[in-house]
């Protein structure tokens, strides 16, 4: 087919079905990658590439250098700001070198060339953009083996500070050895499994400490008596724990004419068990007018909004005698409503705090033996978890980690790592520790071990278990037990505090799929900037895309400053003025463009993966590839259209 016969009248507007069906050819995608290739030669030549390369160099460098307290903080910081460089240089690289792609060949006259020539509009545009993302491609390459490198160097250095490295003792018995006389014998005495935390090195062995709240003790102990561990500065593959709920009890009392139940710390899938105390009269022979009374809600509202005026909490139980073999159950929705402390007619009734209530009938048969259990089966609205959550002894929560596939088991010991605030139960007092025992369970065989662990407040603690507990369909499930009566175990409700270890993994492994993400990241910018290119001046395009950029980047700041609000039920909106509905209406709207509308470039970060020393999951990464694709091709396809209604001949 001649050159002329994409051509449908003289303003060069080509017909999409026949640039499609000249692409799709081995002649169509050879023009597209020769275009490519001579975009990123053309790039390469004006030392683009080597510049960004350069600014990589100096700025790993420079990360060896930033003070930190400890070799773990070193590692977190090194990669931290290289995988920043690496975003930050490619989107300048990408913004300049894209979004003057086309304008310049326009200014000089080149288009008229590639438009004479055996390609048309559609090969043209994406070629340019292949050619950039080449380019984008080769910067990540060289920036990734320089992250790569600095971190592994930074992994290397050992200053034994901040607490970075722990001694186990793995002889039967090993002797600390101190300069302090006044230290009793049988403390210096350390058994197998003891753990101390590193904090040097000597000749003759490691330098150790044993720290409490009020007490430390430090000395040397000889190297063949111990083995050492890091506290996370290599990445570690974990699955994370879901919490499945956990067995408590909760306050019952009968008023007249009605059962009041108090439950506090409310969670999905959590059971409650209530002893109830002598009847009184019903008030009638199959119901019970109950009151149930919820406090310290996990599911607060968001921060900066009042919660009087937010949706109230929806919650479906699952009401049953626990003491019947085969207990029938009656599911109830609640409807909760907010109480203030100062509108109660009771306020000494019930401990002081502001509570959500709501009042159902249940079957007098559930409550025929003196106790009644409830189970949370459904909660909603489903808040922003804020806040921590404690539980006491009465309650026994527990995690589910898994399923895992069967090629990531290990051999002999799997590990589960935990981290707990530890606290009294009465005031805000920290304990040294809390003695608990952790029971690991084989969730489809029943298979179940005990391992005594000592928590240390926000301290990592490691329970090894043998790996034929984890089951690849249901996982491996954690039970918290024997808390100390004095004590409270508190964790962060937006994560659980429970993390399964299946293997430690190396540097090389979140390197390529950090740099996976910033390359899919990129490549959003670089056809946004090609696109724009196609229609707008050379400084406009650039700043357009930095403009993305910049928005993409703060969406998920907005959204939360916003409080991204559910619509308020309908008798809350007759409530407001015209005016302040037509005021919600406009946020309202405005945050669902947001939302949906405006590209976000969270997804693209292994921000929080790094700070914890996780190796970046496969499926993270395979998001960020739909959502690139997505991005990609809605702006491909603009500047696919703008270039066809530009005048070239």
């Known amino acids: 087919m001649p050159p002329q016969a994409d051509r449908q009248h003289p303003s060069g507007r080509l017909d999409l079905v026949r640039s499609l069906h000249r692409l799709f050819t081995p002649s169509g995608w050879r023009r597209v990658a020769e275009l490519a290739v001579l975009t990123t030669r053309e790039a390469v030549r004006s030392r683009v590439l080597v510049g960004a390369v350069a600014l990589m160099v100096v700025l790993g460098l420079g990360s060896l250098l930033w ?49 004479t020539k055996p390609l048309s509009r559609l090969e043209i545009v994406l070629g340019k953009t292949a050619g950039l993302i080449l380019l984008l491609a080769l910067f990540l390459f060289f920036g990734g083996l320089i992250t790569y490198g600095v971190t592994r160097i930074a992994h290397l250095r050992k200053t034994f500070e901040g ?22 014998e049988e403390r210096l005495i350390l058994r197998q499994g003891q753990m101390l935390e590193a904090i ?16 430390e003790l430090a000395g040397t102990i000889p190297e063949d008596a111990v083995r050492l561990h890091e506290r996370t500065l290599a990445p570690e593959r974990v699955v994370g724990g879901r919490e499945l709920g956990a067995r408590a009890r909760g306050q019952a009392r009968w008023r007249v004419g009605e059962l009041a139940l108090a439950i506090g710390e409310l969670a999905r899938n959590e059971t409650w068990v209530f002893d109830l105390p002598e009847e009184q009269e019903p008030v009638d022979e199959e119901t019970i007018r109950t009151r149930i009374i919820v406090g310290h809600l996990r599911h607060e509202p968001v921060r900066g ?28 929705v609640v409807d909760f409503v907010f109480s203030a402390r100062e ?51 009465e309650k026994e929560p527990r995690w589910r980690a898994g399923p895992v596939r069967s090629s990531v088991l290990p051999e002999e010991q799997a590990t589960f790592r935990t981290r707990f605030h530890v606290q009294a139960r009465t005031g805000l007092d920290l304990l040294d520790y809390a003695a608990v025992t952790a029971i690991i369970r084989n969730p489809a065989t029943g298979e179940q071990v005990e391992r005594p662990i000592r928590l240390r407040h926000l301290t990592v603690s490691y329970v090894r278990f043998p ?3 984890i089951d690849p369909n249901q996982g491996v499930e954690f039970v918290l037990t024997d808390i100390p009566d004095d004590a409270q175990i508190g964790y962060r409700a937006d994560e659980p505090p429970v993390y399964l270890i299946l293997e430690p993994d190396r540097f090389a492994a979140t390197t390529v799929r950090s740099v996976a993400l910033i390359f899919f990241q990129l490549s959003i ?32 700041l907005l959204l939360e ?38 590209p976000g470039f969270s997804q693209f970060s292994s921000a929080e993966f790094i700070n914890r020393q996780w190796t970046v999951p496969w499926s993270v990464v395979a998001i960020a590839v739909l959502i690139a694709l997505g991005y990609s091709f809605v702006f491909f396809a603009f500047g696919y259209l703008f270039l066809s209604a530009r005048e070239l001949e």
């Open 67 to 115: 003070p930190q307290a400890s070799d773990a903080g070193r590692v977190i910081v090194v990669q931290r700001l290289c995988y920043g460089g690496l975003t930050f240089f490619g989107l300048i690289v990408a913004a300049f070198v894209g979004g003057s792609a086309l304008h310049r060949d326009i200014v000089t006259k080149r288009i008229y060339t590639l438009a």
């Open 163 to 184: 607490g970075s490295y722990e001694l186990e003792v793995v002889a039967s018995t090993a002797r600390l050895e101190t300069d302090d006389p006044t230290v009793e």
């Open 200 to 215: 040097g090195k000597t000749e003759d062995g490691y330098k150790a400490r044993i720290a409490g709240r009020h007490t």
């Open 305 to 332: 909004v009042d919660r009087t005026q937010h949706q109230p909490p929806r919650i479906q139980f699952e009401f049953f005698n626990p003491r019947e073999e085969d207990p029938a159950r009656a599911s109830k």
């Open 343 to 393: 509108a109660r007619r009771d306020p000494d009734e019930w401990p002081a705090y502001d509570y959500y209530y709501g009042i159902i009938a249940l079957p007098r048969r559930l409550a025929a033996d003196g106790v009644l259990a409830a189970e949370v089966t459904d909660l909603r609205p489903s808040y922003r978890p804020l806040g921590r959550v404690f539980v006491r002894g």
């Open 467 to 469: 790996s034929h507990l």
């Open 525 to 556: 910018f670089a056809t946004i900037a090609v696109a724009a290119s196609t229609v707008l001046s050379a400084p406009v395009a650039i700043l357009f895309t930095l403009v993305v950029a910049m928005a993409g980047g703060i969406k998920d």
């Open 561 to 598: 400053e916003m409080g991204r609000r559910a619509l308020p039920a309908a008798a809350t909106l007759q409530q407001m003025t015209p005016t302040e509905q037509a005021w919600y209406w406009i946020e309202y709207v405005y945050q669902q463009v947001l939302i949906w509308a405006a």
